[in-house]
């Protein structure tokens, strides 16, 4: 059974920093994508970055270019996302996901390109 775990949420303050976690079990992921996604209550979810099985290449959304970074290890299974300069807006509950495709040559942006979600992780910024 394939189980994606995120970690790392809470609460900060604006312009702080925090470290989300996700880790993938059940099968190996090594030639698979994964992603962050986000959803604010009363907003649909969007992407917020994604890297490429190989970790070769990596896209953001825009409301976070310059300020998250997102990194991998397909070996361990694991996508980590280090959020910077944090805003209120960026309050949501954040979602890790593995591309359902393989050896992929660019990063899946959207929902529907994602099979597998974590269950979410709350991330709270004060103002």
């Known amino acids: 059974q394939v189980q994606l775990v995120e970690s790392g949420g809470g609460l900060v303050q604006a312009g702080g920093s925090l470290r989300l976690s996700c880790a993938a079990f059940g099968r190996s992921f090594g030639s698979s994508g994964m992603g962050w996604f986000r959803q604010a209550p009363g907003k649909e979810r969007e992407f917020v970055a994604g890297?490429?099985?190989?970790?070769?290449?990596?896209e953001y959304g825009d409301s976070v270019k310059g300020r998250f970074i997102i990194s991998g290890d397909g070996a361990k299974n694991t996508a980590d996302l280090q959020m910077n300069s944090l805003k209120p807006e960026d309050t949501a509950v954040y979602y890790c996901?593995?591309?359902?495709?393989?050896?992929?040559?660019?990063?899946?942006?959207?929902?529907?390109?994602?099979?597998?979600w974590g269950k979410g992780t709350q991330v709270t910024v004060s103002s």
């Open positions: 890297i490429s099985w190989n970790g070769g290449r990596t």
């Open positions: 996901a593995v591309d359902s495709s393989y050896y992929a040559l660019v990063v899946a942006t959207t929902e529907r390109e994602y099979e597998y």
